[in-house]
């Protein structure tokens, strides 16, 4: 069955950097889009990034971009989620999930996995 562990979450301080992994199996990975997303306390799921099948196509939202760096390794299934300049208001629960396609409609998934926190506190 498909899986999707994250790890990499914890404390930060403001301006701090952090790397999130997402291991996978169950499936082939390198065959599907992947993609981040993050919820808050109180608040709905948001998109953060999300990167096709070959790495050739990466889009990230206002709130990622110049911060954030999705990569991912298809040789270890493996998704990577580098995060810089964290501020208190990347607080939130990062979910890693599966793209439905290689290469369209990258934010689409049928899969997550269970998450890791993040917070950004000093």
């Known amino acids: 069955q498909v899986q999707l562990v994250e790890s990499g979450g914890g404390l930060a301080q403001p301006g701090g950097s952090l790397t999130l992994s997402c291991a996978a199996s169950g499936f082939i990975f390198s065959n599907y889009a992947m993609s981040w997303f993050r919820q808050a306390p109180g608040k709905g799921l948001e998109r953060v990034a999300a990167?096709?099948?070959?790495?050739?196509?990466?889009d990230y939202p206002d709130l990622a971009k110049g911060r954030f760096s999705i990569s991912r390794d298809n040789a270890k299934n493996t998704l990577y989620l580098q995060m810089n300049s964290l501020k208190p208001e990347d607080t939130a629960i990062y979910y890693c999930?599966?793209?439905?396609?290689?290469?369209?409609?990258?934010?689409?998934?049928?899969?997550r996995g269970q998450g890791t926190q993040v917070t950004v506190s000093s």
């Open positions: 990167i096709d099948s070959f790495s050739s196509t990466i």
């Open positions: 999930a599966k793209g439905l396609s290689s290469i369209w409609r990258l934010y689409e998934y049928d899969y």
